[in-house]
């Protein structure tokens, strides 16, 4: 991790598209804020569905964006995969 955000109400962090990992630095201080924060992220195991899938390679959509379009860790919305095959027939 190499960078972090500061929401509107003072919370550190990772990853602006999930709110649920964060830090409050106001509180415990930048450092100690920065310091404790990677321990805070749980990233998801690699889905089935991504695990099985030919294309995954070349997807470019990470475990957040899939979470914020289908409310699951473990779902990809078809636009995603019908893009890794439009870049897959592009390189083949």
Known sequence: MSSYTLSW???MLPCQILGCFYNEPFNEG?????DKLPSKIKVPD????CQ???LSRFCSSCFAS?????????ECPQYIYE??????????
């Not at 690699?46 to 569905?49: L, S, V």
């Open 30 to 34: 930048f450092q100690k804020s920065w």
């Open 52 to 54: 099985r899938c030919s």
């Open 46 to 49: 690699e889905n089935n569905m």
């Open 9 to 11: 109400d003072g919370k």
């Open 83 to 92: 893009d890794a095959s439009h870049v897959y027939n592009l390189i083949k």
């Open 66 to 74: 899939r979470f914020i379009e289908t409310g699951k860790f473990d």
